[in-house]
C-alpha cells in the first residue's frame, strides 16, 4: 500500500492520520484513511455520494473522544478515487456491487492495519446502501449506525416512473455517462446558497465543506449519471426486498430530509426487530454536519449504541 494524499489543511482532524492508495479486485484505485484514536473498537465509516476522506476529519476526533479508532474511504469515482469516465465532474458508477470490491479492499486495508477490534459500521446515505448490501455479504461488524440511509431516493411520484425510464434507456442507449436532467456537473455545496440547501442548517459547518472543496477542488463531484441513477434504484429496489439482518441498528434521520426516500427508512424501521430510530428535529440530510447540540446527540448515542455491543 502506497502513501496517498491527505488533505490535513482543511480536515480539522485529529493528527496522526494514515492514508494509502488501495487497489481493488478489479485494478481501480480508492484511498482510504484511518485514526488509531481509542482502542474500544473501530468505527468503519461509509460515507455518501459525493463525500471524501477529509469532510469527515471532526468525526475521527468525536469518536476518539468516546474511545474509538475511525476509518473511511474515498468510494471509486468520487473523492482521489479513481474516476471512472472521462469526464471527471460526473458521479459514475458501472455496476453498485462494484461498491463491494471497495469494501473489500478496504476491509483488507483495516485489517493489515490491525485497528483495533470490534468492528461498528457507521453508513450515511449512499454508504448506508453500500453498507446494508455488506452486511448480508458478511461484513464482520457487531453494530450499525445508519445516517439518513439511502434505501430509496425522494422524488415526486409522478417523476418516478419518469426515473425509471430515462435511468433505464440512457444506458441502452449509449448515454449512460451522462448527467440526470436537472442535475449539474458543479458540486452543490459550492453552486447552492445557504440559505434553503437541502445539507445542513448549521452556517459553520457548510462553510467548512464550501473551504475543503475550493481549497482542494479535485475533490469535488457533481450530479450523478444516467447509468449511477439506473444502479441505485435496482439496487435500493432489491434491498428493500430482503429481510433485516439480526444486528444492533440505530437509524438517524433529520426531520427536514429532502435527499433519500424517508418513507423507505420508516418501512425498513418497522421490520428490523429491536432497532432504535431517532427523529432529529430542526435537521436536514447531513446529522454530522449539523448543529453543535445534534452533533453532539448524534455522536453520544452511536458511540453508547457501540459500547453495549462491544462484547
Not at 458501472?94 to 485497528?115: H, I
Not at 481549497?215 to 429496489?237: F, K, N, V, Y
Not at 432489491?238 to 441498528?249: E, I, T, Y
Request: proline share 7%; with cysteine; charged share 20%.
Amino acid at each position: 500500500m502506497d502513501t496517498a494524499p491527505f488533505y490535513d489543511d482543511v480536515a480539522e482532524a485529529p493528527a496522526g492520520a494514515t492514508s494509502v492508495w488501495l487497489e481493488t479486485s478489479d485494478g481501480v484505485c480508492v484511498r482510504a484513511a484511518h485514526w488509531r484514536g481509542g482502542m474500544k473498537g473501530t468505527v468503519l465509516l461509509f460515507p455518501g455520494r459525493t463525500e471524501y476522506i477529509e469532510k469527515y476529519g471532526p468525526a475521527a476526533g468525536e469518536f476518539a473522544a468516546r474511545g474509538y479508532a475511525m476509518a473511511t474511504l474515498d468510494w471509486r469515482g468520487q473523492g482521489i478515487a479513481d474516476r471512472l469516465i472521462d469526464e471527471r465532474a460526473p458521479g459514475h458508477v458501472g455496476r453498485f456491487a462494484d461498491y463491494q470490491r471497495d469494501v473489500a479492499a478496504f476491509m483488507d486495508f483495516v485489517r493489515a492495519e490491525k485497528l483495533p477490534e470490534p468492528y461498528f459500521l457507521l453508513g450515511h446515505s449512499m454508504g448506508g446502501c453500500i453498507g446494508l448490501r455488506s452486511i448480508y455479504d458478511g461484513l464482520p461488524v457487531r453494530a450499525v449506525v445508519f445516517s439518513a440511509p439511502m434505501w430509496g431516493i425522494k422524488m415526486h411520484p409522478l417523476l418516478r416512473p419518469v426515473a425509471w425510464t430515462i435511468a433505464t434507456l440512457g444506458p441502452i442507449l449509449g448515454m449512460g455517462d451522462r448527467l440526470v436532467p436537472s442535475t449539474s456537473p458543479m458540486t452543490y455545496v459550492l453552486e447552492a446558497p445557504f440559505e434553503g440547501n437541502v445539507l445542513t442548517r448549521d452556517r459553520g459547518m457548510f462553510e467548512f465543506m464550501q473551504r475543503q472543496l475550493t481549497t482542494h477542488p479535485d475533490l469535488a463531484i457533481g450530479g450523478p449519471t444516467l447509468q449511477w441513477l439506473r444502479e441505485a434504484l435496482c439496487e435500493t429496489r432489491a434491498l428493500a426486498r430482503r429481510p433485516s439482518p439480526g444486528l444492533a441498528c440505530l437509524i438517524v434521520l433529520g426531520a427536514e430530509e429532502r435527499i433519500v426516500n424517508a418513507p423507505a427508512i420508516h418501512e425498513r424501521m418497522g421490520r428490523w426487530p429491536g432497532a432504535e430510530f431517532d427523529l432529529v428535529g430542526n435537521a436536514e440530510h447531513e446529522l454530522m454536519m449539523e448543529s453543535p447540540a445534534i452533533r453532539t446527540r448524534f455522536y453520544d448515542k452511536s458511540a453508547a449504541l457501540f459500547d453495549a455491543h462491544r462484547g
